[in-house]
């Protein structure tokens, strides 16, 4: 099933380009189904495309038949595209189905059954597996008082980053809410906590930082010159420039400020990560576990960088998720930084990111999915700026457009400073079908 799920993921940015259009459609349509039926709530509205996409499928089958698909069979009486007729009818009658869902079970018989009788001896499994589950929960408890007293003493929140991803706290399933350390913050709960603090918040979006910072104390130029960002002291220059007149803060137009030009500080603080989170789509109650995303520059093992994409909002007035891209920009984080320019300085109470711009044109009718390219000056330069950090709203995922043929140099590690073109991944998560569909 996981393979499963992560097939579901990629498959249509991976084959788009490289196969009939009418193919890539019925794909793209059978995905849709899925993402859809999935959905835990549904209106008329969300039925009525549910239907439409098992439909557009049935209309373009017969190109995956043409494509060979099929093998050597040459008819659909597959029963389990014949239940699929039944999901709209089902959900209108009964409701959602993830209702019926047997996965919280077969977790449950996994962590209280199975693991514990791994665990022991093959002898007295009940005895056994009640000693195992009392242990492990005394040890949990053991770990939350320790982390809660450590985190009291320290009056900020920990490092630990326990994955690339999202939250995956081994043996629990509980999700840290940085929307509640962000208030207790603000609050004044933790008089001691570092300034900026490290944890807040927007309306929408949580945010997270290390308490340390990658790096701590480190020079301008030297910070542009090893992030591969030239035009970093002019842009912030700009950025400084619309602050001033209150003007909004987007991405683009004609730089203003000189390579040569001053700021009023000379030295920056600088993050590799940060774990965002925001709240369900679906239901504005459910919290959904944090994201990890990384802003590193060039290592051995990175020799490109390590650059996350992510969504921002440049019109207060459009709400995401649910105004869509409407009034957001795809953009790639290119640093993280904090100016140290005096405690009692504005600068030096916020956090910042230098973001480069992605061009977003329509919706390809067969993909399903928006097209991205990179922005460059009329030099041929990638257009960037800074923002506030709390700009973010959402992670975003990126797959090159390979077209027919991949290009050789690419691997997990060039993928994006090697391509130009991209298409803006909605299968990611199902947060992100919901938002771009």
């Known amino acids: 099933m996981r393979l499963h799920r992560e097939v579901q993921r990629y498959i249509v940015g991976v084959v788009a380009g490289g196969i009939p259009q009418g193919t890539l459609t019925a794909i793209r349509a059978l995905t849709d189904f899925r993402y859809r039926s999935q959905a835990p709530k549904l209106t008329d509205a969300d039925i009525a495309k549910l239907t439409a996409s098992l439909q557009e499928f049935h209309d373009n089958k017969a190109a995956l038949m043409e494509a060979g698909a099929r093998g050597s069979m040459d008819h659909w009486r597959i029963p389990k595209l014949e ?31 199975k693991d514990p009788a791994r665990s022991g001896n093959n002898q007295n499994f009940d005895g056994q597996i009640c000693r195992y589950l009392d242990r492990q929960e005394k040890c949990q408890l053991f770990m939350q008082a320790t982390t809660a007293r450590y985190l009291d003493l320290r009056g900020d929140s920990d490092d630990s980053d326990p994955s690339d991803g999202e939250e995956n706290t081994l043996g629990s399933r509980q999700v840290t809410d940085y929307f509640k350390r962000a208030h207790a913050l603000s609050a004044g709960d933790f008089p001691t906590a570092p300034r900026p603090y490290r944890t807040f918040a927007s309306s929408t979006t949580a945010f997270h930082l290390a308490s340390r910072p990658k790096m701590t104390n480190i020079d301008v130029d030297r910070a542009a010159e090893l992030y591969g960002l030239p035009d970093f002291k002019p842009a912030m220059a700009d950025y400084l420039a619309r602050h001033h007149h209150n003007l909004t803060h987007t991405i683009g137009g004609r730089r ?12 920056i603080q600088i993050w590799s990560k940060i774990r965002i989170q925001s709240y369900s789509s679906y239901d504005l109650k459910m919290l959904l576990p944090s994201q990890g995303l990384h802003v590193s520059p060039p290592t051995v093992n990175w020799p490109f960088g390590r650059y996350d994409s992510v969504i921002i909002s440049r019109d207060g007035n459009k709400d995401w998720p649910h105004s869509g891209l409407h009034g957001h920009d795809v953009v790639q984080l290119r640093m993280i930084f904090k100016p140290i320019s005096g405690s009692q300085s504005l600068l030096s109470n916020m956090y910042y990111a230098y973001v480069q711009r992605f061009v977003t044109t329509s919706v390809d009718q067969h993909a399903g999915m928006h097209v991205l390219k990179r922005a460059l000056r009329s030099t041929g330069e990638r257009v960037g700026d800074i923002i506030p950090l709390f700009q973010i709203r959402a992670p975003a995922h990126l797959i090159p457009r390979f077209g027919q043929k991949a290009n050789s140099q690419l691997n997990s590690h060039s993928l994006d ?11 990611w998560t199902k947060e992100l079908f919901h938002a771009c569909s």
């Open 256 to 267: 203003r400020a000189t390579p040569d030009c001053q700021l009023p500080f000379d030295r």
């Open 417 to 427: 400073e090697l391509s130009s073109s991209f298409w803006l991944n909605k299968y």
């Open 83 to 113: 239940i699929m007729l039944s999901v709209a009818p089902s959900i209108r009658s009964m409701g959602a189905l993830g209702q019926w869902s047997a996965d919280v079970t077969e977790h449950a018989h996994i962590d209280v059954i």
